[in-house]
Structure formats: structure tokens, C-alpha cells
């Protein structure tokens, strides 16, 4: 009933960073806690944050301390803002309620020098 879009994906350096986000339209009856996850090339999806509807969140210990997922109920908008941006944090980003069962087409985030 929701659909969810993934943008702001890119090719950035090293120690650089980026802000994804994750816009929902449709049919919209909640305001559930929402997730960012990731999965790179040979690897299984793996979650990365999450945020609680009223704006509690956790970080996978990979991304802690680099990484910030915040919300916008007004926009029905979810963000991740990515900082000091590793190369092994290259992955196709998505993102979904907590428990969510369908998956986007996510946005590619490719770090590299």
C-alpha cells in the first residue's frame, strides 16, 4: 500500500560524505519505526539504522558514530546522513518499515578514490 523511493546515492571519495532519503506515498495509515539497509555485492542485506516513530534510533556497530538517521512525519521522509563514508559502506541502500517485507530498487553508494 506504501511505496517507497530511495534517492541520493552517488559516487563519493573516501572520508566524504552523503544524505540518502527515502520518500513515502500511497496509502499511508501509520507512522511506523522505519530502517536503512544495506547490501553489498556477495553479501546478504544487512539492517543499518532504524527510528522509532517518535525519533529514538540504532546504529549497527559498523556505522555508528558515522552515520545519523532522522525522520520528517510532515513529509513522510526518512534520511540517513553518511559521514567519514568507508569503502566497504559501498552498497545498494534501502529502505523499509521494521518488519517490512517488499523491497524497493534501492540507491547506489559507491565509495571509492
Known amino acids: 500500500q506504501v511505496h517507497l523511493v530511495e534517492s541520493g546515492g552517488g559516487l563519493v571519495q573516501p572520508g566524504g560524505s552523503l544524505r540518502l532519503s527515502c520518500a513515502a506515498s500511497?496509502?499511508?495509515?501509520?507512522?511506523?519505526?522505519m530502517g536503512w539497509y544495506r547490501q553489498a555485492p556477495g553479501k546478504t542485506r544487512e539492517w543499518v539504522a532504524a527510528?522509532?516513530?517518535?525519533?529514538?534510533?540504532n546504529y549497527a556497530d559498523s556505522v555508528k558514530g558515522r552515520f545519523t538517521i532522522s525522520r520528517d512525519n510532515a513529509k513522510n521522509t526518512v534520511y540517513l546522513q553518511m559521514n567519514s563514508l568507508k569503502p566497504e559502506d559501498t552498497a545498494v541502500y534501502y529502505c523499509?518499515?521494521?518488519?517490512?517485507?517488499?523491497w524497493g530498487q534501492g540507491t547506489q553508494v559507491t565509495v571509492s578514490s
Open positions: 500511497g496509502r499511508i495509515f501509520s507512522i511506523p519505526a
Open positions: 523499509n518499515r521494521i518488519g517490512g517485507s517488499s
Open positions: 527510528i522509532s516513530s517518535n525519533g529514538h534510533t
